[in-house]
């Protein structure tokens, strides 16, 4: 398929069961999870990325090993799905949120501080915003070398109110650096309508001043937020620069209380607007028969239930973890 | 001879001075001689590069190793340590360049939550090899904002390391050894010290990480002191060899972790100290410190361990007022004398 084609948002058949898959995978995941949580199996805090299947689907798919991502805090189903394709071994995601010793940071990170840099995940960071900055480095280090490495950082509209976002757009614009600003505009921060927050609902507007692309794309489209994640990542691989795309979505957590969100709103995400009900009818209307995308669902959900099971089972992290690795050259005795 | 005369005596008969370096030219020897061995090392801060940094460390660095290495930025704190923090965790050596201490506050959300846990909360998976070199310390007028002491800022955070060097031959030295360092490290540099000028050695060498230096031998007293404090406890130590004390200064040099085992043997030996850190007292490094002597040698101590620091204020710009709330070799010279008197 030519670049054209992929960004014009053309997609093969397989290539949208695949990221069908994918989109069912993050679902079963955070869904399982949060069965889990309100059981009390789950330590911490729990942020879920449910509702925004098609943007980091999207994501996921275009990323490669050799990139790096710094992803959000709902972020899971990217982390998994960069582990799985890239190593196989997704459930050691599950087991880092249930802090098990099995983990990929051997349960000493949790949901906010999930990585692997062999996948290219280069780790959430609790304070939201901090890794617009960090994710710099990373460009500024391929571009020293002349590596073709992407370095994405994936954050919420909330972060945008931090000084670090500023920072960030102005040192890769005059640097010229190939960092991807993938902003996920889920109308809230925590409970703040992005409206309230910014000076504009879309923050793409906020970017513009900078000077390099900067897109707009429904983030709960996967075949438009395919195209438009090649798009950009197409665009900095080839040493263009910095690249800024807001995916509008919407988030299906509510806040600690509870739903806060007017009914009508809900009802539009939730069920006019469910990106894996557009991806649904997307595909039946390609002529993909109801039972085949019934056993997709089925199988993913099966997965995740054995990497609960996985992660469950897995013992908890070796007490010498505790005082492990806070410096290279010195143990920490106490 | 006049001024006027002119010395006919041949350059190679003349005596060989002993060669004086300031802490300013030994650290920007640090810097070219590390710039030199590690490819992967660059520089990066507010105009460092052609302008050679607001206290000349950097000078002549942009013209021999470049824009790309030795890189200017806006005033944009947070990003420059975030840049570290990003391209030391995959392999760069950065050192970055704060102008003053006082802006660490612009990114020490970069330094604290992220340089110095990457490696800890990522379970391994990463390091972060930087340097932050800063100007700290007061004494010159340079008002609230341009004088603190910051090492209490940092102290009790697990994970970055600090160095803070008293003279310049230990200032190269450890700053090599901090650019070697896979863990971050906060390099504090006194402003006070810039221009002290010492012999220094030659050539790539380093002095390491988390070890004290006992600047000077004694038998009554131990003074643990930092950076300014250093010159100023030994000049106190003269003073009171003329009244029969005998006092060991130990040079802390490493702040975070620190070298306790040099500073308990001292004060085993003589079984008295004194700390002495120019920050503010209370939650200073001063209070670890007591507490850490106080705790293992309180059999053997034959006095309270006595402390010299900043009065618990910020810092004025009125040089009287600031002189008023630092502490100095007066300030370091009761304490030993008091702490003499209230030995048991």
Redesign the interface.
């Known amino acids: 398929m030519t670049d054209i084609d992929r960004h014009g948002g053309l997609m093969e058949l397989d290539q949208l069961l695949d990221l069908y898959r994918d989109m069912w995978l993050i679902r079963a995941f955070e869904q399982g999870l949060e069965t889990e949580f309100e059981q009390g199996n789950v330590p911490g805090m729990l942020h879920t990325g449910l509702g925004q299947e098609a943007t980091q689907a999207a994501l996921a798919s275009n990323l490669e090993a050799t990139d790096c991502f710094f992803p959000d805090h709902r972020c899971h189903g990217i982390n998994a799905l960069a582990q799985q394709r890239h190593k196989g071994d997704g459930e050691r995601i599950m087991a880092e949120l249930f802090a098990k010793s099995t983990g990929v940071c051997s349960g000493k990170g949790g949901s906010l501080h999930s990585a692997d840099p062999s996948v290219g995940n280069f780790g959430d960071n609790a304070v939201e915003g901090s890794y617009l900055v960090t994710v710099l480095g990373v460009a500024l280090a391929a571009k020293m070398r002349g590596e073709s490495t992407v370095a994405c950082a994936i954050f919420g509209d909330g972060t945008v109110g931090r000084g670090e976002f500023h920072e960030s757009l102005n040192m890769a614009a005059i640097w010229d650096l190939p960092v991807f600003y993938a902003c996920v505009n889920n109308g809230y921060a925590i409970a703040t309508p992005v409206g309230e927050g910014h000076a504009s609902a879309d923050i793409v507007d906020l970017a513009r001043g900078y000077g390099f692309p900067c897109e707009q794309v429904d983030g709960n489209d996967i075949v438009a937020s395919h195209a438009a994640v090649a798009k950009a990542i197409d665009h900095i691989r080839d040493g263009n620069g910095p690249y800024f795309l807001e995916f509008k979505t919407w988030r299906w957590q509510g806040i600690f209380a509870g739903e806060f969100r007017p009914e009508a709103e809900v009802k539009y995400w939730r069920e006019d607007h469910d990106p894996i009900l557009m991806t649904n009818d997307m595909l039946t209307g390609m002529g993909v028969a109801e039972d085949q995308l019934a056993t997709i669902e089925s199988e993913q959900r099966a997965l995740i239930t054995e990497w609960i099971a996985f992660a469950k089972e897995s013992p908890d992290p070796d007490l010498a973890k505790a005082t492990a690795d806070v410096y290279v050259q010195w143990e920490v005795k106490n | 001879m006049t001024d006027t005369q002119i010395d006919s005596t041949p350059a190679e008969a003349k005596p060989k001075k002993p060669r004086k370096t300031s802490f300013t030219k030994a650290l920007n020897d640090a810097l070219d001689l590390g710039m030199d061995r590690f490819p992967e090392m660059?520089l990066i801060g507010e105009d460092i590069g052609e302008m050679g940094g607001d206290f000349g460390v950097t000078r002549k660095l942009w013209a021999k190793y470049g824009a790309?290495?030795v890189r200017d930025?806006?005033l944009?704190e947070?990003?420059i340590?975030?840049?570290?923090?990003?391209?030391?965790?995959?392999?760069?050596r950065?050192v970055a360049e704060i102008m003053f201490a006082d802006f660490l506050g612009e990114c020490y959300?970069?330094i604290v939550?992220?340089a110095a846990k990457?490696?800890?909360?990522?379970?391994?998976?990463?390091?972060a090899p930087l340097v932050i070199r800063t100007s700290c310390g007061g004494g010159f007028g340079g008002g609230p904002h341009h004088s603190q002491s910051v090492e209490g800022w940092f102290l009790n955070v697990?994970?970055i390391?600090i160095v803070a060097p008293s003279n310049p031959e230990d200032a190269k030295g450890l700053l090599l050894a901090s650019i070697e360092?896979?863990?971050p490290v906060l390099f504090l540099e006194h402003k006070a010290l810039y221009r002290a000028r010492a012999e220094v050695p030659e050539g790539y060498y380093t002095t390491p990480?988390?070890k004290a230096a006992v600047a000077r031998a004694g038998t009554d007293l131990t003074v643990v002191a930092t950076m300014r404090m250093v010159p100023m406890a030994l000049a106190a130590a003269e003073e009171l060899e003329v009244e029969g004390i005998s006092v060991e200064v130990v040079d802390l040099r490493t702040i975070r972790?620190y070298d306790a085992e040099t500073i308990l043997d001292s004060v085993s030996k003589t079984r008295r100290a004194v700390v002495a850190n120019e920050a503010p007292r209370i939650g200073g490094l001063g209070a670890e410190l007591s507490a850490r002597i106080h705790e293992e040698c309180f059999s053997e101590l034959l006095a309270p361990v006595g402390r010299v620091d900043g009065l618990d204020t910020p810092i004025p710009f009125s040089v009287p007022l600031e002189h008023e709330i630092l502490p100095d070799q007066s300030d370091i010279a009761t304490a030993i004398r008091t702490t003499m008197e209230a030995s048991r």
């Open positions: 660059f790309e290495r930025t806006p944009s947070a990003a340590i975030g840049t570290c923090v990003g391209a030391s965790m995959v392999g760069m950065p959300d970069q939550n992220n990457v490696h800890y909360m990522f379970d391994g998976q990463f390091t697990p994970g390391v360092s896979d863990d990480l988390g972790p």
